[in-house]
């Protein structure tokens, strides 16, 4: 009985250890991939960290051979269709606070306070029942559902000069799996006793 619950307490605490996993996900950033699509040559990068225990998301961003000057760079989400279709911003506005401003490439690096208010469009906390918590649960379900693209504005494409889908680099552990790898674990250690 001791080992049961041993085993069934390990198994709960490598789920909850799991879910408190930051979540990483990359976009690679082009015209063709804008909607509508452009030619433009410009080419970039993203990796976005999400952490849901930690409030946090961490963004890099390099991007190189745009056309026009940047303008603005957020996070768009929630498309109705995954890796395709627009989204309103769901960041700050009119961009993230110090990416570079009126240049053809450059690098980006910051991490924002999910949790508060000034991470968000007011536009976007309003359409997700006007409170940041719902704010940060529907970014984080855009994210997990590719459903969220990260978007570089310029001065020749004002509606966004190259964009990409961000996207898992690796998948989230699923609620139900976890629960079997519990329940399998438990299921193997009982049969595993002497009967008296």
Same mark, same amino acid.
């Given at each position: 009985?001791?080992?049961?619950?041993?085993?069934?307490?390990?198994?709960?605490?490598?789920?909850?250890?799991?879910?408190?996993?930051?979540?990483?996900?990359?976009?690679?950033?082009?015209?063709?991939?804008?909607?509508?699509?452009?030619?433009?040559?410009?080419?970039?990068?993203?990796?976005?960290?999400?952490?849901?225990?930690?409030?946090?998301?961490?963004?890099?961003?390099?991007?190189?051979?745009?056309?026009?000057?940047?303008?603005?760079?957020?996070?768009?989400?929630?498309?109705?269709? *995954?890796?395709?279709? !627009? $989204?309103?911003?769901? #960041?700050?506005?009119?961009?993230? @606070?110090?990416?570079? =401003? %009126?240049?053809? &490439?450059?690098?980006?690096?910051?991490?924002?306070?999910?949790?508060?208010?000034?991470?968000?469009? *007011?536009?976007?906390? !309003? $359409?997700?029942?006007? #409170?940041?918590?719902?704010?940060? @649960?529907?970014?984080? =379900? %855009?994210?997990? &559902?590719?459903?969220?693209?990260?978007?570089?504005?310029?001065?020749?494409?004002?509606?966004?000069?190259?964009?990409?889908?961000?996207?898992?680099?690796?998948?989230?552990?699923?609620?139900?799996?976890?629960?079997?790898?519990?329940?399998?674990?438990?299921?193997?250690?009982?049969?595993?006793?002497?009967?008296?």
């Amino acid at each position: 009985m001791i080992v049961a619950r041993t085993a069934f307490l390990a198994a709960f605490c490598v789920a909850s250890a799991a879910f408190a996993t930051p979540v990483e996900y990359t976009a690679t950033l082009s015209g063709p991939a804008e909607s509508p699509a452009n030619a433009s040559p410009g080419t970039g990068f993203a990796d976005v960290i999400f952490d849901s225990t930690l409030h946090t998301l961490a963004i890099s961003v390099n991007f190189s051979g745009l056309v026009g000057t940047t303008m603005a760079a957020h996070i768009h989400c929630c498309t109705a269709v *995954p890796f395709t279709g !627009t $989204a309103g911003v769901a #960041t700050q506005t009119p961009s993230f @606070a110090g990416f570079p =401003a %009126g240049v053809t &490439s450059g690098t980006y690096a910051q991490t924002f306070d999910t949790s508060l208010a000034s991470f968000y469009n *007011p536009t976007f906390v !309003t $359409a997700q029942g006007g #409170t940041v918590a719902g704010a940060e @649960a529907a970014l984080a =379900a %855009g994210l997990a &559902s590719g459903r969220t693209y990260f978007n570089i504005h310029t001065n020749v494409f004002p509606t966004g000069e190259i964009r990409g889908f961000l996207e898992a680099t690796t998948p989230e552990p699923s609620t139900f799996g976890l629960a079997a790898m519990a329940v399998g674990g438990l299921l193997a250690l009982r049969r595993k006793r002497p009967v008296a």
